[in-house]
């Protein structure tokens, strides 16, 4: 007899333990008082954060550690076999290079206690990896899939994206604002801090609305994740940074790409699209109503927000939803799902190709040319992205004389000051900047940091928990609302930066990913030996 496979919810739903239950209670928390925790503003945002993350994982790990070593106790009198951490996945493999990489880096560091604490940077030093390390470890190990932790999660974003707009438009109800210089009120918004974090939160909440919106089983569930979308996007329009644009570019054919496998996700992923874009108008109508009394949109912003020509992904992505769904209403339809993914995967391919080629055009051989606001995208020069241009160029001219312990392994964790420290100078007369503690560029601040080996690990988790949890979603569809934020941030941070206000948020996604990779792999070997002492005994 052939045993039909749970998917992973159906599965752990049946063994919740205490462990369980802490590890979900701690994803509240994390989802809902960690972004909105301030104590003086945003004078002390990264420090509120950090120590609040910090804080709330060494609880999570010590009291769901103990809950583990008790069951392995138990099991252990009781005969039966106990798994605490073992069997190791690749992600867990290069979760623990990742941070023994650290460590190397850390102990070889002419800045230890600025390695060890981050202090010379934004807090990212070997004890903040260590809590992501332990982190993903109890998580992996323990989550249990419940709708109430992601609906926390988007009710909470929301009220940010809804700060974030109204900060935008100088309206400040919770007063974070007051007693600000007029360019820190420009440059900030929300709980979270300046545009740019902002914009990094807004490219992990938006995917999860989407994705939830998409393959929610609840109706429930689709009409909340359907409202997050308004303001998810809204707040990316507000949070006015070309990091959060670049992460849309990625995730939107991405997420297209996936749902593309399915008729009813095609359908629901172009009515998430049609309110995506109608998000954009309905900011649209309240600029005109506030009489245009905002902070200033850049150019690919404004766009978006008010050009006649955004009515036309309205229209398409809406009428192709009305198609879909009366097409479904007449029975079955015969739908190519591999004729239309293999389709959207080329013109993806032929997009990214396009925008490179223009890039290098631009860049390096017609220079001349006036390309107007593009130029600020499509041309590189130490001016390009805020003299991100500049950052990157001085950047890879230090690594170039490191010697070779440290091409291998860096500065020491977040101590990326003292290598562009020589340059502040320049810095100063040509930008007006008097310092920077990185490169404003995550794999490049890593690569100056940690070293080779220190950006290789780190792109090894990455991979293989984009991998494993792709594959995951061949079976299990919710997999893909926990790494589609990871891949966007990740696409973001080529022109941004971790922090412990939002990067600690796509830590715990990327280990949700891997727990349902994990508990589906489970699944999958106790389904085979169900099969084979059924066929034994038949």
């Not at 880096?105 to 004890?127: I, M, P």
């Not at 109204?166 to 420009?186: Q, S």
């Not at 303001?231 to 297209?256: E, K, R």
């Not at 015969?334 to 080329?346: C, D, G, H, S």
Request: hydrophobic share 50%.
């Amino acid at each position: 007899m052939k045993h039909e496979a749970k998917t992973v919810s159906e599965e752990t739903t049946n063994k919740y333990t205490v462990a369980n239950s802490l590890t979900n209670y701690y994803l509240a928390i994390m989802f809902s008082f960690f972004p909105l925790f301030l104590s003086e503003a945003y004078a002390h945002a990264r420090m509120d954060k950090y120590w609040f993350y910090l804080i709330a994982t060494t609880v999570l790990v010590v009291s769901v550690g103990l809950c583990m070593l008790l069951s392995r106790s138990e099991a252990k009198r009781s005969g039966k076999q106990s798994k605490l951490i073992l069997p190791l996945s690749v992600t867990d493999i290069f979760m623990l290079c990742y941070l023994a990489m650290a460590v190397f880096s850390t102990l070889l560091s002419d800045y230890k206690e600025e390695s060890f604490l981050g202090t010379g940077g934004r807090n990212n030093g070997l004890l903040l990896l260590l809590m992501y390390l332990l982190m993903y470890f109890v998580i992996t190990r323990n989550y249990v899939q419940k709708d109430y932790v992601l609906i926390i999660y988007l009710v909470t974003s929301s009220l940010i994206a809804l700060l974030t707009v109204l900060n935008f438009f100088y309206i400040d109800p919770l007063g974070m604002l007051d007693g600000y210089d007029e360019a820190t009120v420009v440059d900030f918004g929300s709980t979270l801090g300046n545009k740019n974090i902002i914009a990094a939160f807004m490219c992990i909440f938006l995917p999860v609305a989407v994705m939830l919106f998409v393959v929610g089983k609840a109706k429930a569930t689709r009409i909340v994740a359907g409202v997050a979308i308004i303001f998810a996007y809204a707040g990316v329009l507000c949070a006015d940074s070309t990091s959060d644009i670049l992460g849309m570019m990625v995730i939107l054919p991405v997420m297209a790409i996936f749902c593309a496998k399915s008729f009813d996700y095609l359908k629901r992923y172009l009515l998430a699209l049609t309110i995506l874009f109608l998000s954009g108008k309905l900011l649209q109508l309240f600029a005109t109503i506030i009489g245009g009394h905002d902070k200033g949109f850049e150019f690919i912003q404004e766009f978006l927000i008010f050009h006649p020509a955004m009515f036309a992904p309205i229209i398409l992505c809406g009428l192709g939803y009305l198609l879909m769904a009366l097409i479904g209403k007449k029975g079955e339809p015969r739908y190519p799902a591999k004729a239309i993914q293999i389709t959207l995967t080329v013109l993806f391919s032929c997009g990214i190709i396009a925008v490179l080629g223009l890039f290098i055009n631009f860049s390096f051989i017609n220079t001349q040319t006036d390309i107007g606001s593009f130029e600020k995208l499509l041309r590189f020069d130490d001016y390009w992205g805020t003299h991100r241009g500049f950052m990157w160029r001085v950047g890879f001219e230090e690594f170039a004389k490191f010697n070779p312990l440290r091409i291998l392994f860096g500065t020491g964790p977040d101590t990326a000051y003292y290598v562009f420290e020589p340059h502040f100078a320049e810095l100063l007369e040509r930008f007006g900047d008097a310092t920077t503690d990185c490169a404003h560029n995550e794999y490049i601040n890593y690569l100056l940091t940690q070293g080779a080996l220190g950006l290789l690990t780190y792109l090894g988790v990455m991979i293989s928990a984009i991998v494993r949890a792709v594959r995951t979603a061949k079976r299990d569809p919710y997999a893909m609302v926990f790494i589609a934020p990871v891949i966007c941030y990740l696409a973001q941070s080529t022109v941004n930066l971790y922090n412990p206000i939002v990067t600690p948020t796509m830590f715990i996604f990327l280990s949700l990913a891997e727990a349902m990779s994990r508990q589906r792999k489970e699944l999958e070997v106790r389904s085979e030996e169900l099969g084979v002492r059924s066929f034994g005994k038949a």
